[in-house]
């Protein structure tokens, strides 16, 4: 049974900075992509940076040169580093893990920008 578990949501002032952490349990095949999702109130999920275990990135236009992913395949582990943070940043955060043919969700962790 594969489990991912977030950390690091919180309240923040707009151009502040947070760390978002998902960790991967459970039998999980080496070759995967792991990312970070967010839904803002009465807004459809949207993709907001995902990483390849080969380390190959991709991010939202509205995230660029603001977030940084990146993991750490020992551990199972995917960041996300979250600066100059706006208004428009808050939502929930969901991690993600594709594995062969499988998707996994976190339960999601709140982040608020607000002064």
């Known amino acids: 049974q594969v489990q991912l578990v977030e950390s690091g949501g919180g309240l923040v002032q707009p151009g502040g900075s947070l760390r978002l952490s998902c960790a991967a349990s459970g039998s999980i095949f080496r070759i995967n992509t792991m990312g970070w999702y967010r839904q803002a109130p009465g807004k459809q999920r949207e993709l907001v940076a995902v990483i390849s275990s080969a380390g190959s990135t991709n991010y939202a236009d509205s995230v660029k040169g603001r977030f940084t992913i990146s993991r750490d395949n020992a551990k199972n582990t995917v960041y996300l580093h979250m600066n100059s943070l706006k208004p428009e940043d808050t939502a929930v955060y969901y991690c993600?893990?594709?594995?062969?043919?499988?998707?996994?969700w976190g339960q999601g962790t709140q982040v608020t920008v607000s002064s």
């Open positions: 993600k893990l594709v594995v062969l043919s499988s998707t996994y």
